[in-house]
């Protein structure tokens, strides 16, 4: 089978911008008249691209308005690889590998073309443009005209001259690109749409390319990505950070948003056709939601805690889980740092008297946090953060984990959970949300507490009995409480809330806006649509908290094959027996495994055939297969 003869149009395809309206901002800068004169320049070009006017005459029309120099061409030329397509950059590789089957056609200039060309690998006489006639001063008179790419119908008649073997394949977003196939020069036009979309130029395409991945994958080329990533569908609920979105759209993913958190059925329904699902910490991600998921690849959880989505329903169905474990460490630990002043000093009591103007200026009961000890239960990142800064402000802290954990400063670790209580003037919790952690702290601990205790919960709503709670305050066995989680949590903001809590003095409650800082919020977004990226672009697991991690590298010039089975005897042998039978050289590998599950990452050397493909997808024991390159 001949490979194709790839024909690229430069402007709006190769690079995002019109070379003669980028020329314009150059060279018109000064120009009293300018706006006048690019808008102009603009319904030329457009005029030209959606064949209303003929190609010649309108860059003759522009070049006349434009009183361009050589140094507005040199000034572009020096930026122009800046401008290139964010498709056209992830797949530079394909160029370089295929640079003897690509040329580049334009009606623009090659003194522009060239840097981008040659960053291609594009040889220079694979390079069609036109070219600048300057005079002795350095202005831009005209094109050279016995350029046929000068005139009308230029293209066809250039890339007929050349008798290329195999079939042509055009590529660009105007009507001097539909011409070429039109005036069979061409066997196949796609209309690129990266950039603008022309309905003329659609109406006469074979078919549309929002980005180079979607023409790779049609012509069966082996380019950056093996399945175009705008036809990768992603729903991310909860109003997650626009971080997050520009990140993951601009990596090519077509992004959807919901402000709100879905309940199961209406997550069943949303999540069909779904291969990333964004969650914050509202919507459960069941294992009836995981059946109902006919594409889903990845969940990612904008959040600390992964207890809403049932991971080992997720492992059985190859679905990688990702959170952002740290990113809102300091944000949590700051809130709990104010809320304990606050209790401390009972501000909250106060500020209320005085919005009802009662003004009630007294020492009783108002005391500082230095001398005091504090209780940390859970001491992982956001207990050993707190620890640091409480032991700043002259606190002496205990802490309590069920794992092993390096005491940080002089914190000192207890052996059970009711040393600490029994010591600590003030105890809050940063335990995750595991189901053995229900309800840890009940009436018993209250009771074993110290009288006129403070305590703080900023971690899960469930951890705590609030009835409990509730009678330790109101009897007075607990001096003050503050409260940002709750069993029962609304799905949106204007759904209500109530709580045993509510109405009770010296007690702060709060919307679960622990980590609900701007600074935090960012980073989560960016940790977790950067932890979906590595899945999806490389098949790295770091971070996934229900599949194997193995941190991987950008896969070059090789096909990366990924393979999530059950964890039983054989499946390696199995997997390698069918990649040799289909004479697949393998040129690297990783196997890694679970109690549960096993992930085999194969770097193979050359082409795979579909007969591989379905092989490979049919071995014992396989959950789930994807191929990347």
Known sequence: MISPVFIFDFDSTLV??????????????????????????????????????????????????????????????????????????????????????????????????????????????????????????????????????????????????????????????????????????????????????????????????????????????????????????????????PAAVERLEEAGYTVETMKGALDEDDLIEAIKGVHVLGIRSKTNVTRRVLDAADRLMAVAAFCIGTNQVDLDAAADKGVAVFNAPYSNTRSVVELAIGMMIVLMRDVADKSREMHKGVWNKSATGSREVRGKTLGIVGYGAIGSQLSVLAENLGMRVLFYDLSERLALGNARRMRSLDALLAEADVVTLHVDGRKEN??????????????????????????????????????????????????????????PFDSPLVGLDKTILTPHIGGSTEEAQEAIAEFAAERLLGYLNRGDTTFCVNLPNVQLAEVTRAHRLLHIHRNQPGVLAELNRALSDAGLNILGQHLKTDERTGYVITDVDRDYDREALTALKQLPGTIRFRRLH
């Open 16 to 241: 995002r911008i019109e070379t003669l309206e980028a020329l314009a901002d150059l060279a018109l800068k000064d120009a009293p008249d300018a706006a006048e004169r690019k808008a102009r320049i603009a319904a030329l070009t457009d005029d030209a691209m959606n064949g209303r006017i003929g190609f010649g005459e309108a860059l003759k029309q522009r070049l006349d308005l434009l009183a361009l120099r050589r140094e507005h061409v040199e000034t572009l030329t020096d930026r122009i690889l800046d401008e290139a397509t964010v498709s056209i950059r992830r797949n530079v590789d394909f160029f370089q590998r295929n640079a003897e089957r690509i040329y580049i056609l334009s009606g623009g200039f090659r003194e522009v073309i060239a840097p981008l060309a040659e960053r291609l690998g594009v040889a220079s006489d694979h390079v069609l443009a036109n070219d600048l006639i300057y005079d002795d001063e350095g202005r831009v008179t005209c094109v050279d005209a016995a350029n046929p790419l000068s005139r009308e119908n230029g293209k066809p008649e250039v890339i007929r001259a050349l008798n290329l073997e195999g079939p042509v394949v055009m590529v660009g977003d105007g009507w001097t690109d539909a011409e070429v196939k039109i005036q069979g020069a061409a066997d196949r036009f796609y209309a690129f749409t990266e950039i603008v979309s022309r309905a003329k130029v659609i109406e006469a395409a074979d078919a549309v390319a929002a980005s180079l991945d979607e023409v790779l994958y049609a012509e069966g080329v082996a380019g950056r990505w093996s399945y175009p990533r705008n036809r990768i569908r992603m729903l991310l609920l909860e109003n997650v950070h």
């Open 438 to 495: 229900t309800a840890i702290i009940g009436a018993d601990q209250f009771a074993r507490m110290k009288p006129g205790a403070l305590f703080l919960n900023l971690s899960r709503g469930h951890v705590v009995d609030v009835d409990a709670m509730a009678a330790a305050l109101k009897s007075g066995r607990l001096g003050g409480a503050a409260v940002d989680v709750f069993p029962e949590e609304p799905r949106t903001n204007a759904d």
